[in-house]
């Protein structure tokens, strides 16, 4: 039986194991004798914490991006808005470190087991839903909003950066991750032009539109 006052520490403990493992095997190869033995448990310890694999996989996600976002929404937090602030967030996203290395690897490997497991989906919405929120934070100070957008402009940059990191860590192509800070920035103030001038240009028609009419 754990020790009082331990239980937090102890799903902590499995948490950090059972991510460096999914890291590494994908969350169709992990098990939960092989969490046991990289938290140094046993596997009734994991069973305690636990009703079962899929209970610790999905808390696994949970923790890692949190872990994850808190850096993220750190990274911005006394920057004022505009390019810098969006330059801080990237470089806080791509996978620089151990950490966050492997918490890409794990969001990967969530992708892949999603398709077939709709709780596993509705975990990763409720925290993409929370990132989403850190990016348009990162955004502030660049308008992107076009008028005739049908999707936010902030999942588009968010693709975006997904393929080319997912690109670099799971191919042997050869993409140095200050070129994808430098590529997705590009893109995002290319946007804000772009889009800035499709709202001037609107904005014009329905002034000239008004003065005519």
């Not at 890291?23 to 069973?47: D, I, K, P, Y």
């Not at 957008?149 to 799971?170: C, E, F, K, S």
Request: aromatic share 4%; hydrophobic share 45%.
């Amino acid at each position: 039986m754990p020790k009082l006052g331990m239980g937090p520490i102890r799903r902590e403990q499995i948490c950090r194991a059972a991510a460096r493992v999914i890291a590494a095997q994908g969350f169709a190869g992990t098990t939960m004798r092989m969490v046991a033995e990289e938290a140094g448990v046993s596997t009734g310890m994991l069973n305690h914490y636990f009703a079962n694999r899929m209970e610790m996989l999905e808390e696994t996600l949970i923790f890692v991006s949190t872990r994850q976002q808190e850096r993220e929404a750190a990274s911005i937090e006394a920057l004022e808005p505009g390019e810098q602030r969006l330059r801080a967030l990237i470089r806080s996203v791509l996978p620089t470190d151990q950490e966050t290395m492997e918490a890409w690897r794990v969001w990967i490997a969530a992708h892949g087991a999603a398709v077939r497991l709709p709780a596993l989906r509705r975990v990763m919405a409720s925290r993409n839903a929370l990132w989403f929120e850190i990016l348009e934070r990162g955004l502030e100070g660049i308008p992107t909003r076009s008028p005739n957008a049908r999707l936010p402009y902030a999942w588009q940059l968010d693709a975006m950066m997904n393929g080319l990191v997912i690109q670099a860590i799971t191919t042997e192509a050869e993409i140095a991750l200050d070129d994808i800070e430098d590529a997705v920035v590009a893109a995002a103030l290319e946007h804000s032009r772009a889009s800035a001038s499709a709202n001037g240009a609107t904005g014009r028609r329905r002034g000239a539109g008004t003065a005519s009419a």
